[in-house]
């Protein structure tokens, strides 16, 4: 006869039961939705009494709790799970990570983190394949308790589930507290329409887990619109009964051998330039000053060429112009607006900024778009740091100045001075340029063919006095000219014969000057002095 157990009959069958294997264990896989492939399950316990049939853990797990037996429950559940995962090793199919579930009464028992460690052991089971599962509410009975237990699981190196996060009182500020590894976010406790307030929660949620650089993963998902939907915001791990309901253990290794599975990602390990989850507290100093005092900036995660943006602060919309809206961004494909060039140019950055730790400074053109101004080309500064990353995920915090308008004057200087080199091309003139404040030397195609000039000259002029191209004893009198040139003196001009020839060239300077009326570069150039 198949019915529902009293309080009393479970309390009286419990023994059997844990002694006969009635307790036993199901496993729900855990899915990669974006690829299909499973990346865990979860193990579920089950009673199947010999005389009133499958129990359910919503009926008998309170009494257990209330009786304080649930420890002897799930200890039996852990040592089921690791002789799963011996006998998957030992028949040679690969496992998945199966995450166990802590009660939050297990938290306080002192030896609860010791026995399944000795299980795991017994068994000889590698740390990544067993997850932990702990629930939200376990920290009503106390924070420390909680965190407590985490740190000995972290001391194990075990993987830390927070289990039905959103059901709590207080879940972000749980969140805030405990370092857990993955987040699992149940769709029941969010339902409703998911287009609606849960929808923006949910999205909320996901946003701040991955500042937090924690992995979600979507339980009780049973819609193919609800898996979707928690793809379109990041979200890509799904359980529920859209991929399978809790199978047996046998049903289960036939999934395993048919099924390709692939592990989690790993959590993005924020390095300690920042701490960036404090920017989705509205109040902390961190985000007062991201929106504040920064200037333009943008967050945004990179991976293998893939880039996704997080987060704009106002100052961003504002140096990107356009009258953008912050969704605007990021809905957007940051690569949209750039060419294979300017791309190119920026990912170099990005690997520089990989490579060195430090801040990487790169100018790219691109093309922005919003609904309300059409399109315009302009030119950013970028300024990248690398703020986060794992094995293949990286985290990077951009400042950006629009610099279209400096950048268009450049170029039409640019332009002049192009044409100007193409003229003393034609009228055999040598002409060079000294950027005054770093000393490089730029010299014209023909200084480099027929005077030896190497392309950029550092520190202008020793080298060219060390190789003879301006004898010795004329080098004394062409440093002073450069401090001439340095302090604003307009128009220099000489002889000074040139080369160990001593062939005499006729030198002039004219300058060009900041806004400020400060030299910025001096543009020489030499005619051979016709006897
Ligand atoms: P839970 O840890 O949140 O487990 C997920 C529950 O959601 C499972 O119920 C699972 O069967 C159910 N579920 C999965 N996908 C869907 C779906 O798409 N739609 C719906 N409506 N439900 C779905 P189950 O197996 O009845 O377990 C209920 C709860 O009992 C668990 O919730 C967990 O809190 C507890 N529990 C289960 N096994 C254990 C255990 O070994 N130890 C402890 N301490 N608690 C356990
Ligand atoms: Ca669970
Ligand atoms: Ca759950």
Redesign the pocket.
């Known amino acids: 006869m198949n019915r529902k157990m009293s309080e009393d009959e479970f309390l009286a069958c419990f023994d059997d039961a844990v002694n006969d294997g009635q307790i036993f264990v ?1 496993y ?1 896989p855990k899915i990669n939705h974006s690829t299909g492939r499973m990346i865990g399950a ?4 089950r009673w199947s009494h010999p005389e009133y049939g499958m129990q ?3 009926d008998f ?1 309170p009494v257990l709790e209330k009786h304080d037996l ?1 420890y002897r ?2 200890l039996s ?1 852990f040592r089921s799970v690791c002789r799963f995962l011996r006998r998957c090793m030992d028949e040679g199919i690969k496992p998945v990570p199966i995450s ?4 939050r009464y ?1 938290i306080y028992r002192r030896n609860y983190v010791d026995e399944i460690e000795k299980l795991r052991c017994e068994y000889d089971i590698p740390i990544n394949y067993i997850h932990v ?1 702990i ?1 939200e509410t376990s920290a009503i009975g106390g924070m420390e308790l909680v965190s407590g237990v985490l740190d000995q699981l972290h001391e194990h190196r075990y993987t830390v589930e927070m ?2 996060f959103g059901s709590g009182y207080s879940s972000l500020n749980v969140l805030k507290d405990l370092a857990v590894d993955v987040i699992k976010l ?1 769709m ?1 406790f969010l339902s409703g329409n998911i287009g609606g307030r849960g929808g923006t929660i949910i999205s909320a949620i996901v946003q701040m887990a991955k500042w937090l650089g924690t992995p979600v993963i979507a ?4 819609t193919m619109e609800q898996a979707d939907y928690m793809k379109s915001i990041g979200c890509k791990y799904v ?4 991929y399978s ?2 199978v047996t253990e046998d049903e289960f290794l036939q999934k395993l051998k048919q099924v390709e599975h692939e592990p989690v990602e790993q959590a993005l390990d924020l390095l300690n330039a920042m701490d960036a989850g404090k920017f989705w507290d509205p109040s902390s100093m961190e985000t007062l000053i991201f929106n504040n005092f920064v200037g333009g900036a943008v967050i945004f995660t990179y991976q293998k060429g893939k880039a996704e943006i997080l987060k704009v602060n106002k100052k961003y919309l504002k140096e990107i112009g356009m009258n953008m809206l912050e969704q605007d961004i990021l809905d957007s494909d940051p690569w949209a607006g750039m060419d294979d060039d300017n791309r190119e140019k920026y990912e170099k950055a990005l690997n520089k900024a990989i490579v060195t730790h430090d801040e990487v400074v790169c100018e790219t053109w691109r093309e922005v778009c919003s609904k309300t101004c059409g399109a315009d080309r302009i030119c950013v500064r970028s300024f990248i740091r690398l703020i986060g990353k794992t094995e293949t995920q990286y985290l990077f915090y951009v400042m950006v100045q629009n610099i279209t308008a400096e950048k268009k004057r450049t170029d039409e200087l640019f332009e002049s001075e192009r044409r100007f080199r193409f003229a003393s091309e034609q009228a055999n003139i040598y002409a060079w340029e000294v950027d005054l404040a770093t000393r490089e030397m730029r010299p014209c195609f023909r200084c480099i063919r027929d005077l030896n000039v190497p392309p950029v000259v550092y520190n202008y002029p020793e080298p060219l006095i060390a190789n003879g191209l301006f004898p010795p004893d004329y080098a004394d009198m062409y440093r002073d000219w450069m401090k001439r040139l340095e302090q604003g003196e307009d128009n220099l001009e000489g002889i000074i014969p040139l080369t160990v020839g001593r062939i005499p060239f006729h030198v002039r300077y004219t300058l060009e000057y900041d806004e400020n009326g400060k030299p910025l570069k001096a543009y020489g150039s030499a005619t051979l002095v016709v006897k």
Not at 42 to 45: C, G, K, N, P
Not at 239 to 242: A, D, E, P, R
């Open positions: 199901t729900q979860e193990a579920l316990m359910y853990p919503s797990i649930i429950a799930d559940v166990v579930n802590m009660s297990d599962e629930t289990d039905d149940d029941r339980e009780g998902v049973e359980q529920g009964y859209l309901k809790p």
